[in-house]
């Protein structure tokens, strides 16, 4: 049997052109698995096949500030633009460019010649993914390639590697490597881990799997866009339609709110009040009426329940340093907070969302299930521990957060969210815009406070960031090197001899406040800062404190649709108008400020307003 066989062996390997049998049958096994994974994770710019659509896994793009762990609330009403991470720079260029295409098909005004030529002869498919919970819709959807300007502008993401998959990187800028000038906010390294002591047994238990993955995804422009018009109708609305659920026993408290709304409403108007420019606010004297009821009335109690870090544990540097303040100043406040929970109108819940991200996430699980988990053991604990909750089912509790994600067990509670998204869950009558004030030294929050005065602003427009997101790109097609009166940049670097990015706010009449991965960017904040007018562009951003300023009297609007005719916009300002507006600037910059002790209106005021003039108005007679 042995030489039959080596017989049959030599045949085969003098007469088959495919050489030696064994190999070929063996290297055919894995030639296919090789094949079929090759399909599946990689793909060239002609991968267009139904199949490609099987693999596709999408991953969350934080806040304004670039790659992040942070996990999303990955609503059902969001786009995504799905792009593969394990192919080569040319690609993750010609896909990320798909965004700048997407802006063009909703009416950014991208060159007609140059986008059809190429619609003609492109084969790359944009795949949307709306996500509901585990159940995926997928379609497929052809879309032109975009110009080759519009290419030139676009860079692929710092942390790709070509023949590696991207790294995540968590955003939170150190202040240790800030240097003098805020200019490098968002170029700054992630600080080290948070120590999980205190947390690692739940870590442990978590059902998070630790799976590579090699996908992300790119929000588009907003199916439906919400002028500012539109939101004021929204607020008003709010007032009439907006009520919590009723009290399932009763309470002073509620009398006193119920009795608050009254002398609000009845607020008389004023005299013209020297140095105040009334019109910097929605009603004057209902602001001032209301703030001092708060500051006779309100009443907060603040749990003592939760481990540190993530609670009770405030971070007061970087661009979420809003929400560490707030839980600083509240908790050490004898003022406002109450040991006593009968006499509190609000109850606070004292976490900070950035550290619970910084704590809990798994690192490339993209997923936010863990930490929601954690929030709902902690959530229990106080329900089953306490009544107050369960009283109003949360509408009487607030937390302050720049993420959005727990919305899913916290929906019923007043939320102070940066991420003010009206088409994303941003719900008026019930939640308050945070404002992003990004914090470089924590010692010195004021410092370089201030600009130059409207005649020696000679810069018409200024603009510098990464090119985070779709609309980025396209305000650099448009303005980046085009017109001297528009200083418009990329990433902005400090170079020996030239303007820096503070020189650049202080000496510009119009910042512009142009939306990253999500709606909000500390850059509106940083205008008021540095007494420059602001301009908004970033469709359905609910601006902070709305429901008391008028913010069209002091910042502009522009939707991102009219990003082409940006300076026909700004010079129709007339000189006296943008004097007013920078005037009020000025008035209003008094509300954004963090002081270590607080001041009356400061920003820690004006968030405590926010959520009480929300809750105060939430009531509903008997």
């Not at 994974?37 to 596709?56: C, I, Q, V, Y």
Request: glycine share 6%.
């Amino acid at each position: 049997m042995a030489l039959i066989f080596s017989v049959v062996l030599l045949v085969q390997y003098i007469e088959l052109p495919y050489g030696y049998v064994l190999s070929s049958l063996l290297s055919f096994g894995k030639s296919q698995a090789t094949s079929a994974g090759s399909f599946l994770t990689r793909g060239s710019a002609n991968d267009t096949g139904k199949n490609d659509l099987k693999s596709e896994i999408y991953t969350p793009f934080n806040d304004s500030v670039g790659l992040s762990t942070d996990p999303k609330d990955n609503s059902s009403s969001r786009d995504f633009m799905v792009i593969s991470h394990n192919s080569t720079v040319e690609r993750v260029v010609r896909n990320k460019s798909l965004g700048i295409e997407m802006a063009g098909k909703h009416g950014y005004g991208l060159p007609v010649s140059n986008y059809t030529s190429r619609k003609n002869s492109s084969s790359d498919n944009l795949q949307f993914i709306k996500n509901e919970d585990k159940n995926f819709k997928i379609t497929s959807t052809q879309v032109a390639a975009p110009p080759p300007n519009l290419l030139s502008h676009v860079s692929p993401p710092e942390n790709m590697d070509t023949n590696r998959s991207m790294r995540i990187q968590s955003p939170r800028p150190s202040s240790g490597s800030m240097g003098k000038d805020r200019a490098n906010m968002l170029l700054n390294d992630e600080k080290p881990g948070r120590t999980k002591s205190d947390t690692s047994s739940f870590v442990n238990s978590s059902s998070i799997t630790r799976t590579p993955v090699k996908k992300r995804r790119f929000k588009g422009p907003p199916a439906v866009v919400v002028p500012i018009s539109a939101m004021n109708d929204m607020l008003s609305q709010s007032r009439i339609s907006y009520g919590s659920m009723k009290p399932k026993w009763p309470s002073q408290v509620d009398k006193e709110l119920l009795n608050t709304q009254k002398l609000i409403e009845g607020a008389q108007i004023m005299e013209k009040i020297h140095h105040i420019d009334v019109n910097v606010y929605r009603n004057y004297p209902a602001f001032i009426r209301s703030y001092e009821l708060m500051e006779q009335t309100l009443k907060i109690y603040v749990y003592t329940e939760g481990e540190r870090p993530i609670f009770h544990q405030p971070e007061l540097d970087g661009i979420y340093a809003s929400e560490g303040w707030f839980m600083k100043l509240l908790e050490e406040n004898k003022h406002f907070v109450t040991t006593n929970p009968n006499k509190a109108h609000l109850f606070y819940l004292p976490f900070s969302s950035r550290i619970l991200e910084e704590t809990l996430y798994v690192p490339n699980s993209h997923s936010h299930k863990n930490l929601v988990k954690y929030l709902s053991s902690y959530l229990k604990t106080i329900t089953t521990k306490h009544d107050f909750w369960n009283r109003t089912d949360g509408a009487d509790h607030f937390l302050v957060a720049c993420h959005d994600w727990t919305s899913r067990i916290m929906k019923n509670c007043i939320r102070a969210l940066c991420n003010a998204d009206v088409k994303g869950g941003f719900q008026f009558g019930k939640d308050v815009s945070l404002p992003e004030i990004y914090i470089s030294d924590a010692k010195n929050p004021l410092k370089d406070l201030g600009g130059k005065s409207p005649s020696q602003r000679g810069i018409l427009a200024f603009f510098a960031g990464k090119m985070h997101g779709y609309l980025r790109p396209i305000l650099l097609n448009y303005w980046e090197n085009k017109d001297p009166d528009m200083k418009i940049f990329g990433k902005l670097h400090e170079v020996k001899g030239q303007m820096t990015y503070i020189q650049y706010m202080k000496s510009s009449k119009y910042c512009l406040s142009v939306k990253g991965y999500e709606p909000y960017t500390p850059r509106v904040m940083e205008a008021i800062f540095y007494e420059c007018v602001p301009v908004i562009i970033s469709d359905n951003y609910v601006p902070p404190f709305f429901e008391s300023l008028n913010w069209e009297s002091f910042a502009v609007f522009v939707l991102e649709k009219d990003i082409p005719n940006l300076k026909n916009i700004l010079l129709s300002i007339s000189e006296k108008r943008y004097i007013k507006m920078q005037q009020r600037v000025r008035q209003v910059q008094k509300h954004f400020l963090w002081h270590s002790k607080p001041v009356k209106y400061d920003v820690f005021h004006m968030i405590l307003h926010s959520v009480w003039y929300t809750r105060v108005f939430q009531m509903r007679p008997g």
